[in-house]
């Protein structure tokens, strides 16, 4: 049987005198040492990957700063698409006040709670919604009011050419001598109906189309004298009474502004004035009902 070989350590003091021995086994030596060697290994790997952890730390950190502000820019977005949506959603409202203007009735707010229709289920996006969903919920609202907006625009091309053809100007310029509706005649003294307005002016005064039309008449009329009769379209109908010259033709085509003739004190006229009457579908109406302008 071989014996092992041992190792000795030999502690001395300062002086050189031996103070204590201590004899190990080779074995464990080499094993100790393997031990360091190792550890002093793993401790080599875990402070490099310390470091380097420290280095990518100090690297990432610009990035989460940026990747912290693109958030909160995209939470201002959606905020602000929120915020717009629920603007759009409001036109809605809007635009059905507009139409409401056009309709049979003419009075907003007269609707009531007959509603009616098939049932078509709408898929409602869960809560809270994505920025991608409130993306698309605004979009499917702009196409929506868009199409709301053109139906609006040619209702209101519409009204524009019919409210432009309407005689809404004075002819001439001047108080009104006598109303509209039941008066005292200025001869008999006995009540009688006026189908117009009697507009002071001076004798000669230019007598102007309201509103484009065609001349359906101009000449001698047994009560209102030299009489011109402009038809303005849509049944309705102007006439101009008691002047003293006339400057159109039957059949002509008058613009607004187009001089007509000029007032006078011609037919049953008491003094120089203009007789201005609306006719709509063959009745009169009080012409200050047009009389915007």
């Known amino acids: 049987m071989s014996r092992r070989k ?26 100790g040492m393997v031990a360091l060697v ?15 952890l420290r280095r990518l730390t100090r690297e990432t950190r610009p990035y989460a700063d940026q990747i912290a502000d693109q958030r909160a820019a995209l939470e201002e977005v959606d905020r602000k698409v929120s915020e717009m949506r629920r603007e759009v959603a409001g036109w809605r409202d809007l635009h059905a006040r507009l139409f409401d203007s056009f309709g049979p009735d003419g009075k907003p707010g007269m609707r009531d709670k007959g509603i009616g229709g098939p049932a078509t289920p709408v898929e409602r996006a869960p809560r809270p919604l994505s920025p991608q969903d409130e993306l698309d919920r605004l979009a499917e609202s702009i196409a929506e009011e868009s199409q709301n907006l053109r139906a609006l625009d040619t209702l209101m091309a ?10 809404n100007r004075w002819p001439v310029r001047g108080p009104v ?5 039941t008066r005292l005649s200025p001869w008999t003294k006995a009540p009688e109906f006026h189908a117009g307005i009697d507009i002071r002016a001076e004798r000669g005064t230019a007598v102007l189309a309201p509103a484009s039309g065609t001349v359906g008449f101009a000449g001698p009329h047994a ?47 008491s003094g120089p004035h203009l007789h201005y009457e609306i006719v709509v579908k063959g009745q009169a109406v009080n012409p200050r009902a047009f009389l915007w302008e």
């Open 223 to 269: 009560e209102y004298g030299l009489t011109v009769i402009v038809d303005h379209g849509n049944e309705i109908r102007s006439i101009y009474g008691h002047l003293s010259r006339i400057v159109v033709a039957p059949g002509q085509r008058v613009e607004r502004g187009t001089q007509l003739g000029v007032t006078g004190n011609t037919g049953r006229s």
């Open 6 to 31: 041992r190792f000795s350590l030999l502690v001395v003091r300062g002086d050189g005198a031996r103070v204590l021995r201590f004899n190990f086994p080779r074995h464990l030596l080499v094993g």
């Open 38 to 52: 190792g550890t002093s290994a793993v401790i080599g790997v875990v402070a490099a990957d310390w470091f380097e």
């Open 177 to 181: 001598n006598s109303e509209f509706g």
């Open 158 to 167: 519409r009204a524009g050419k019919m409210l432009a053809a309407l005689p």
